[in-house]
């Protein structure tokens, strides 16, 4: 595998420093619980979150999904599930990245049962092209092609994640 830089770290904080200057002037006076979605979300939530001038609290929620056989996306299950009282707060849940939107309307629907004020929904990526479950995105760092993405949290086989720069990575043969 080769992997080619598609969004250099000084991109991804400028980018991020709007969509704090955004959620920051949406939620004034609000007090939001920020949960990211693990483990690809960490290095984006973490900068996010400290770039916001909110009073938020932050929490953590993880979802696997089982493939049986030659299905590549199989049942979706929580894995590690909030820990802090979100009934009647207002919600913004942070991606690293949404594909089908399988995993995020899992957890959506999973918040939304446990009765939120509100929930909106920030992802650093968006593959848009690949959707296959609608879902609303309100804040949205990068729309990225097909291929896999890799960096700045992002794995590939756990591997990639460390990088600070986002790359796509490509078969040697292509
Ligand atoms: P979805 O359920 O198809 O929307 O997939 C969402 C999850 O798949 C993300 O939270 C990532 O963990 C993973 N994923 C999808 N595309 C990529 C990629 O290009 N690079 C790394 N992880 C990805």
Request: some cysteine; aromatic content about 8%.
């Amino acid at each position: 595998m080769e992997k080619e830089l598609l969004i250099s770290k000084e991109e991804i904080q400028k980018r991020v420093e709007e969509l704090a200057e955004q959620i920051s002037t949406d939620y004034r006076g609000q007090e939001p619980i920020v949960i990211g979605v693990l483990k690809g979300v960490i290095f984006f939530f973490a900068d996010l979150v400290r770039k916001t001038t909110l009073s938020t609290q932050i929490d953590f929620i993880r979802a696997a999904s089982y493939g049986s056989g030659t299905t590549s996306k199989g049942e979706i299950r929580i894995t590690k599930n909030v820990e802090v009282p979100v009934a009647g707060k207002p919600v913004i849940l942070v991606e690293d990245i949404v594909d089908t939107g399988a995993t995020l309307t899992h957890i959506i629907e999973n918040l939304e049962q446990k009765g939120v004020a509100s929930l909106r929904v920030c992802t650093l990526l968006d593959k848009v092209e690949r959707r296959e479950k609608k879902v609303r995105i309100d804040y949205a760092g990068f729309e990225v092609e097909e291929g896999f993405v890799v960096g700045y949290g992002l794995d590939y086989n756990e591997k990639y994640r460390h990088l600070p720069d986002i790359y796509i990575l490509r078969d040697d043969m292509s």
